[in-house]
């Protein structure tokens, strides 16, 4: 168990620093967001029109970057939970790499993809309808700069738009960035560390073999596995795929909840848990009714 511990430690080390410089780079954007909210990405992202549009294509970007940044954006008010939801099911984690080191898969990036956008786009627009009323507003939100900047209380926000921190109002936006890249690697550090743990104690074996059972129950399987905030899980099912042992709706659905590190960051930065839960738990069955959905067309 020891040897176990020490692997998972030191693997989920390695993991968790090919990851830093895109944590940061997505820290350094969302503090420049947060001083200068005219920035066209986040007003994008804020529309109730295009949001869920904008982030099924932003989620696509193979890294983790974005699924932090969209967290951050969500609980800061800045992008509905359409947008969000958007981001994480599109986000697709190893799997653009896996397949492209199989010169002979490629053709099947475009599919992949396709779906994952559309699947993106619906149940992004699909929650902001459903929910619209409980859109996430920033002027309903307590406004601390002390998770951002130590410049005390704002009051009386009317927007978002309205809201300039000026260079006196707190710290430089690179100090800034540094410091909260730290803080949620430590955390994602952690959480890495428990998962890689129940996955050597599992045994990635185990979970092809639980994968590659009943043809119909493969995106259940898949969607709930694809929750594990690890890249070895991306990687398990798009081989899975690659070698014919699960079928299209089932890596659809996989790589639509794996999120992992954006799922830590809602956690971490919303104030509302429950609501952060609200988001998973429909992030994972609409990812498993639209995986099921294409596990029949492709029967």
């Not at 902001?128 to 507003?137: G, L, T, V, Y």
């Not at 710290?171 to 743990?197: D, G, H, M």
């Amino acid at each position: 168990m020891s040897e176990i511990i020490i692997h998972s430690l030191v693997h989920s080390l390695k993991d968790s620093l090919i990851a830093l410089p895109f944590l940061f780079a997505a820290y350094f954007l969302l503090e420049f967001l947060e001083h200068r909210s005219e920035i066209k990405l986040a007003k994008a992202l804020s529309s109730e029109k295009i949001g869920p549009l904008g982030g099924a294509f932003v989620g696509c970007i193979p890294q983790c970057g974005m699924g932090v940044l969209s967290s951050h954006l969500f609980s800061s008010g800045m992008i509905s939970a359409g947008a969000l939801i958007a981001v994480f099911v599109s986000t697709s984690d190893e799997a653009l790499p896996v397949i492209l080191s199989h010169p002979d898969k490629i053709a099947s990036v475009f599919p992949l993809l396709l779906s994952k956008i559309a699947a993106a786009v619906f149940a992004g627009y699909i929650f902001d309808f459903i929910f619209s009323h409980r859109r996430h507003k920033h002027e309903d939100i307590p406004h601390d700069h002390n998770s951002h900047g130590e410049c005390g209380s704002c009051e009386d926000i009317k927007s978002l738009e309205d809201h300039h921190c000026k260079d006196e109002c707190g710290e430089n936006i690179f100090v800034s960035a540094i410091k909260r890249t730290l803080l949620i690697f430590f955390y994602i550090y952690v959480v890495t560390v428990v998962f890689a743990i129940l996955t050597e104690v599992i045994g990635e074996d185990t979970i092809s073999a639980f994968l590659s059972k009943s043809y119909y129950l493969q995106p259940i399987f898949a969607a709930v596995i694809g929750l594990i905030p690890n890249c070895a899980i991306s990687v398990i099912i798009t081989e899975l795929y690659l070698s014919q042992a699960i079928g299209f709706g089932a890596v659809v659905a996989g790589l639509s909840t794996g999120a992992g590190i954006g799922y830590i960051t809602l956690f971490k930065t919303n104030k509302s848990k429950k609501e952060a839960a609200m988001i998973v738990l429909y992030t994972l069955l609409f990812s498993i009714v639209f995986g099921e959905i294409l596990q029949i067309l492709f029967a």
